[in-house]
Structure formats: structure tokens, C-alpha cells
């Protein structure tokens, strides 16, 4: 009696039901289990293996960073941006002045910017808690601006002890500052020309230049005229 399992000899083999297996191939499967943030569970030829984890480069950390900073702008008005620029001056600013005092090993610039900026600090805030003017805006301690009293505090430090090539660049950024404060309405312009005339004083009187000849006037009740000096 023929085997129906049997043709000419041969037995075929059954063929196992493969309808609850998934297909070959490459495809990207969701494990219930938690997934890392740089990798997936990757599914080869129905085996399941662990992608491996790529770490993002710095550059990428970068771009990333400044793609999210400028996402976050786009949707704020043009006043917050320009209120969100003069905060971040503000900070920059000094930093950059501690900066150059460092990157030159200047340790006489380093304690003249921190006279400087003590001095600043102090008048202005001194200022604002005895009068208590109001903002624009209804706030409190409007007079002087602070952002404006350290702003053009680093530019005149920077000005006097490294030169005008520092100075240009950091009064045009001190000056944006102290716009950006009036157009935010958190001052008024007697506030920032206050503020600013307390920095660059405080700054002038204790900063020395750093190397070089030095031009400075002077001006005294019998006579005026200009003071040559050199430091090497």
C-alpha cells in the first residue's frame, strides 16, 4: 500500500507551520523592555540583537544645542529676544574680562577687575535699595541698571588694561546692553547712563594698562594737559 508520505521512494518531510513566525529579514521591533536613548533592539533573521550605543560626538552635542536655542527663540517676540541677548551680554561680558586675565596670566589685571567690579557693584546696589525708583514695567529698584553698571565696567577694564581692540567690541556689546534693557522696559535711559558712567568709573580708577605706552589726560585746579607713561 503507497505511503502518502512516500513518492518514488522518497519520504517527504513536513513542512513545520511557520505562520506564527515572523518573516526573514531585517526590521526594527519595540521590546517591552527599556530601550537606551541612543539604541534599539535591532531584529535580524528572527534573532534578537542589541544595537549598539553610539555616542554623540561634541559637534553634534553643539549643533543640537544651538538648533534647540534658536527653535526656542523663533516662537518669542522680538522684544524677548533682544532682552534674552542683553542678559546673556551681561554675563559674557565679565567673563570675558576674567577671561583675558587669565589667558595673558595677569594676576595684577585679574585684582584690578576684581576692584573694579566690587566697587561697580557696590555704588549700584546701594543706589537702588536707598532709592527704590519703579521700573517701566511696575517692578522695583529700577535706578541705576545693574546690567549696564557691570557691562561697561568689563569694557572699560578691558579698554584701559588691553587696549582699544578689546574695547571697541566690548562697549559695542555693553551698549547693546543697556538698550536692550530701556526696549524691555525694565529701566529707564537715566537709568542706564547712570549705570554705565558707575562702571566705567569704577573700572578707570583702579585698571592700569597692561604693557606699552599709555595716554591718559589730566586735569588739575592750576593746569591740564596729558600724562605719558610706559610699562614693560
Known amino acids: 500500500m503507497l505511503n502518502v508520505n512516500e513518492v518514488h521512494g522518497r519520504r517527504l518531510k513536513r513542512r513545520p507551520n511557520r505562520s506564527h513566525q515572523k518573516p526573514a529579514g531585517l526590521f526594527w521591533r519595540q521590546e517591552t523592555g527599556p530601550l537606551t536613548r541612543f539604541g534599539a533592539r535591532l531584529i535580524v533573521r528572527g534573532h534578537v540583537q542589541k544595537a549598539a550605543q553610539s555616542v554623540p560626538s561634541l559637534k553634534s552635542k553643539l549643533l543640537a544645542g544651538i538648533f534647540v536655542g534658536f527653535s526656542s527663540l523663533a516662537g518669542t517676540r522680538a522684544t524677548d529676544r533682544i532682552e534674552l ?41 546701594s543706589l537702588k535699595f536707598s532709592i527704590d525708583e519703579r521700573r517701566p514695567n511696575g517692578g522695583r529698584h529700577s535706578f541705576p541698571s545693574g546690567h549696564s553698571s557691570i557691562s561697561f565696567s568689563s569694557a572699560e577694564f578691558m579698554r584701559k588694561r588691553y587696549g582699544w581692540e578689546y574695547g571697541i567690541p566690548a562697549y559695542a556689546a555693553a551698549t ?55 610699562q614693560w
Not at 594676576?107 to 584690578?112: K, N, S, V, Y
Not at 538698550?179 to 558707575?198: C, F, K, L, T, W
Open 85 to 125: 541677548a542683553g542678559d546673556i551680554f551681561q554675563y559674557l561680558l565679565p567673563a570675558t574680562a576674567a577671561g583675558l586675565t587669565l589667558g595673558n596670566k595677569d594676576g595684577d589685571g585679574a585684582l584690578e577687575f576684581g576692584e573694579s567690579a566690587a566697587l561697580t557693584l557696590g555704588v549700584t546696589y
Open 176 to 230: 547693546f546692553v543697556a538698550y536692550s534693557r530701556v526696549e524691555a522696559r525694565e529701566h529707564y535711559p537715566h537709568d542706564v547712563i547712570v549705570g554705565a558712567s558707575i562702571g566705567i568709573v569704577s573700572s578707570y580708577i583702579f585698571t592700569r594698562h597692561y604693557k606699552g605706552w599709555e595716554i591718559e589726560p589730566e586735569i588739575d585746579r592750576k593746569y591740564c594737559g596729558i600724562r605719558l607713561s610706559h
